[in-house]
């Protein structure tokens, strides 16, 4: 939460909403578009795009089948966002995923060669693709309730949690882990006698 400071009044209306307000998140992309059109349903699994690649490989890596995939960035070329995408494909973290979402990619490139990129890699996939997220390190930063179960409509640009907020850590939860309950855009930490 280094940012908080920093974000706006949506921003902190939407934190404020997801923690303590009557209703589920509801997060839409009003400049969004559907790269793969449809819907799926999982929990979600959000983080920063260079940091999840990082993880392949090792025993902290966390489990992608199943879920909705929320990347986001900031900072890198395009050709590294290309590459990147391409390591996940390769390890194999896009096998039976639910969804995938892009939030903010701030200090990226220019829009219509990200577009591409994205496009590239996931026109004519099986799962729903939708980019512009309001979610990242830009200074409209909508809060993401990781692990709970949400439902991604690329046709409609919104990601639609089910349960009215994030509740605590899961039955049987010691530790703070990527398919629990949190709010935080991070990847959390796992111990390996975990996985």
């Avoid at 900031?74 to 096998?95: F, I, N, T, V």
């Avoid at 997220?133 to 640009?157: C, F, S, Y």
């Avoid at 039955?171 to 398919?179: E, F, L, N, T, Y």
């Avoid at 629990?180 to 796992?190: A, G, I, N, T």
Wanted: hydrophobic share 40%.
């Amino acid at each position: 939460m280094t940012g908080f400071p920093g974000l706006d009044e949506p921003s902190l209306a939407a934190l404020m909403a997801a923690i303590a307000g009557p209703a589920p998140v509801d997060i839409r992309a009003p400049r969004g578009v559907a790269v793969c059109p449809g819907s799926g349903a999982g929990p979600v699994l959000a983080g920063n795009l260079t940091t999840l690649c990082h993880l392949i490989g090792t025993a902290y890596m966390p489990r992608t089948r199943g879920h909705l995939l929320l990347l986001e960035d900031r900072g890198e070329a395009p050709y590294r966002l290309d590459r990147m995408l391409s390591q996940l494909r390769l390890a194999g973290c896009l096998e039976g995923i639910a969804g995938l979402a892009f939030g903010s990619f701030d200090d990226c490139g220019q829009p219509d060669e990200l577009a591409r990129i994205v496009a590239d890699h996931f026109t004519g996939r099986r799962f729903p693709v939708l980019t512009g997220l309001e979610v990242g390190h830009g200074k409209r930063n909508l809060t993401v309730p990781i692990g709970i179960m949400a439902t991604l409509d690329a046709d409609q640009g919104r990601l639609t949690f089910r349960q009215q907020r994030a509740t605590g850590m899961g039955s049987g939860c010691r530790r703070p882990r990527a398919d629990r309950h949190f709010l935080c855009m991070v990847w959390h930490y796992r111990a390996p006698n975990e996985l």
